[in-house]
């Protein structure tokens, strides 16, 4: 039965394992250096349907069906799906969810979907409440930026520190047993407004979020930044990343030597993504479809950020919330 061990952490006794994973991405993301690691790379952003909103469906769809294909699983074999996504309304995961046919959980945490729903899922199967719950995320570049900032045929200038926000879909199979990277605790995160307003800086707004989550971590379970191979964050980008890097130090707490972020790392720096990625897909394909499979890290803690803004509250000229949700997996 899930253990409360701190002020946000919880343990899972049960261990819940990630069993099966699928990848799709956009071009963009295929060119880059890790495109040969995602299971399915797609030719164009359009994906042969009307609009960029239902091409994102089709990315989640794709994967969500490639999950279960590779450990022979049918939509029947499984309990919950759990989804979320960029779009109002988190249309991409209904539609998607509506396809399935199987009982639905929708969440919205914005890029910090993909760890969000991971928690829920771990939380659930540790309770004995389910035995396999399928997670799904996604985002699409020209569907989050029509939405949030310009139309896409406007053409607008971004400034050096902004993000791309990445075209993809990740989705996992998380059971109650099995072979796989094995869920050991969950870190709720907190809200938190430092008074950013710029739509643009995702990384600032965000970054705060991370360190309080980080540092939770590693206060609720006694531990610190060398007991472990790798520190994962979402999508602070370079920017970012810069900022939580400083922000934990200020807290004794030095992370340089285990750290990446997935939206730093995504796009190679000529691929003019300024700042990096970003999106709820970045940390998922990142995560699932390279970190996660190499040997060398055994021991990691993956932390999601999101900027819980809407298109009303930035045309309303309102602050930018951010919040992190983190989990620790032992391979």
């Given at each position: 039965?899930?253990?409360?061990?701190?002020?946000?952490?919880?343990?899972?006794?049960?261990?819940?394992?990630?069993?099966?994973?699928?990848?799709?991405?956009?071009?963009?993301?295929?060119?880059?250096?890790?495109?040969?690691?995602?299971?399915?790379?797609?030719?164009?952003?359009?994906?042969?349907?009307?609009?960029?909103?239902?091409?994102?469906?089709?990315?989640?769809?794709?994967?969500?069906?490639?999950?279960?294909?590779?450990?022979?699983?049918?939509?029947?074999?499984?309990?919950?799906?759990?989804?979320?996504?960029?779009?109002?309304?988190?249309?991409?995961?209904?539609?998607?969810?509506?396809?399935?046919?199987?009982?639905?959980?929708?969440?919205?945490?914005?890029?910090?979907?993909?760890?969000?729903?991971?928690?829920?899922?771990?939380?659930?199967?540790?309770?004995?409440?389910?035995?396999?719950?399928?997670?799904?995320?996604?985002?699409?570049?020209?569907?989050?930026?029509?939405?949030?900032?310009?139309?896409?045929?406007?053409?607008?200038?971004?400034?050096?520190?902004?993000?791309?926000?990445?075209?993809?879909?990740?989705?996992?199979?998380?059971?109650?047993?099995?072979?796989?990277?094995?869920?050991?605790?969950?870190?709720?995160?907190?809200?938190?407004?430092?008074?950013?307003?710029?739509?643009?800086?995702?990384?600032?707004?965000?970054?705060?979020?991370?360190?309080?989550?980080?540092?939770?971590?590693?206060?609720?379970?006694?531990?610190?930044?060398?007991?472990?191979?790798?520190?994962?964050?979402?999508?602070?980008?370079?920017?970012?990343?810069?900022?939580?890097?400083?922000?934990?130090?200020?807290?004794?707490?030095?992370?340089?030597?285990?750290?990446?972020?997935?939206?730093?790392?995504?796009?190679?720096?000529n691929q003019d993504t300024h700042s990096g990625g970003s999106g709820c897909a970045c940390c998922a394909i990142m995560s699932l479809g390279y970190y996660l499979k190499q040997p060398q890290y055994k021991k990691i803690i993956i932390v999601a950020t999101g900027a819980l803004h809407s298109p009303t509250t930035y045309q309303q000229g309102e602050n930018i919330p951010a919040i992190a949700h983190g989990v620790i997996i032992e391979k």
């Amino acid at each position: 039965m899930t253990k409360k061990i701190g002020k946000s952490t919880y343990s899972f006794p049960s261990k819940p394992v990630i069993i099966s994973s699928a990848t799709v991405a956009g071009p963009k993301e295929g060119q880059g250096p890790y495109g040969k690691e995602f299971d399915k790379v797609f030719s164009d952003t359009i994906l042969g349907q009307k609009s960029f909103e239902k091409a994102e469906g089709k990315m989640m769809e794709e994967g969500a069906k490639l999950a279960l294909q590779k450990i022979n699983l049918t939509e029947r074999d499984i309990d919950l799906f759990i989804a979320g996504d960029l779009l109002n309304q988190t249309i991409t995961s209904n539609f998607t969810a509506s396809t399935l046919g199987i009982p639905y959980l929708g969440l919205y945490g914005a890029c910090s979907t993909f760890v969000e729903s991971l928690m829920v899922a771990s939380f659930l199967i540790d309770g004995g409440f389910v035995q396999k719950a399928l997670i799904a995320t996604s985002s699409h570049n020209l569907a989050a930026e029509r939405q949030y900032r310009f139309p896409t045929e406007y053409g607008g200038q971004r400034p050096p520190y902004s993000q791309h926000t990445v075209t993809g879909s990740g989705s996992a199979v998380v059971a109650d047993k099995g072979q796989g990277p094995k869920v050991l605790f969950a870190s709720i995160g907190r809200v938190m407004d430092l008074g950013i307003k710029d739509p643009w800086n995702m990384g600032a707004a965000m970054a705060p979020a991370a360190a309080d989550t980080i540092a939770n971590i590693f206060f609720d379970t006694n531990t610190k930044p060398s007991d472990y191979d790798l520190l994962l964050t979402g999508d602070l980008g370079k920017f970012g990343s810069s900022i939580l890097v400083d922000l934990l130090k200020d807290r004794g707490l030095d992370i340089s030597k285990i750290y990446f972020d997935c939206g730093a790392e995504i796009y190679d720096k000529n691929q003019d993504t300024h700042s990096g990625g970003s999106g709820c897909a970045c940390c998922a394909i990142m995560s699932l479809g390279y970190y996660l499979k190499q040997p060398q890290y055994k021991k990691i803690i993956i932390v999601a950020t999101g900027a819980l803004h809407s298109p009303t509250t930035y045309q309303q000229g309102e602050n930018i919330p951010a919040i992190a949700h983190g989990v620790i997996i032992e391979k």
